[in-house]
């Protein structure tokens, strides 16, 4: 069964500071990788995904199948960043499967 | 567009009470999932609609959980008895049509349940 770890369940970071928030999974096959984001009072929303390559916020994040992980990016932390996020997996590329999520990172950027 | 639809927002129960959650999900979206999460955690996938048909429940409760998705389109789930285990945040998520594709996970606002 594949599963997904995020060894830190809170970061803090001060602004201007490079961010990285870790993601491994556990997965034999080629899963598709996504963070998704929570911010205060607002609903979950798909951050960015790696199939797509782009950077959305000024995060980023790559696939390292040697590695089995996927962790997100950011060289300059800005206060708006702080957020809850989870790293996700789907086991297929044929639609829409299920997503095994994270315990999740809650990052805070300190001013 | 109002997105996702939830209600209630928030609803407090004695166990073995029953409680029923509501799920609208964004017009046009073929697939809508049911997800609990449990404070701490991540969300876990409960059921998967396809149109009316659930294609994936095998991780519902089904001794206790219910769900339907009557005429494709609004989706209820039910607890009936509810246990103290059962507090967390459920969460109602639609998506298009699959096409071959991944397609987008649009999320509600969730029900929070407290079973005192």
Redesign the interface.
């Known amino acids: 069964a594949q599963r ?1 770890t995020q060894p830190e ?1 809170l970061l803090s970071v001060f602004k201007g500071a490079p961010v990285e928030l870790k993601c491994n999974y556990s997965y034999s096959g080629s899963p ?1 990788l996504f963070w998704y984001v929570q911010y205060s009072r607002q ?4 951050l960015l ?1 790696h ?1 797509s390559r782009e950077s959305i916020k000024g995060f980023t994040a790559d696939l390292n199948k040697g590695e089995t992980s996927f962790h997100l990016k950011k060289p300059f932390a800005q206060e708006e960043d702080s957020a809850m996020y ?1 790293c ?1 997996l ?1 086991v297929t ?7 095994t ?4 990172t809650r990052l805070t950027i300190i001013p | 567009e109002a997105g996702v639809v939830q209600s209630p927002r928030y609803k407090i129960i004695e166990k073995k009470q029953p409680v029923a959650f509501w799920c609208n999900p964004i017009s046009g979206h073929n697939t809508l999932y049911w997800y609990r999460q449990n404070l701490g955690q991540g969300p876990e996938l409960l059921i998967r609609y396809e149109n009316e048909e659930a294609v994936d429940d095998s991780q519902l409760p089904k001794d206790r959980f219910s769900a339907e998705r009557l005429k494709g389109v609004d989706s209820t789930l039910k607890i009936q008895p509810a246990e103290l285990g059962d507090s967390a945040v459920y969460l109602c998520a639609s998506s298009a049509l699959a096409g071959g594709h991944y397609n987008e996970q649009f999320f509600g606002p969730g029900t929070r349940l407290t079973v005192l």
Do not use: C, P
């Open positions: 997904v369940k598709e609903r979950l929303q798909l995904r199939i989870y996700a789907s590329n044929f639609g829409n499967e299920k997503l999520f994270g315990t999740g």
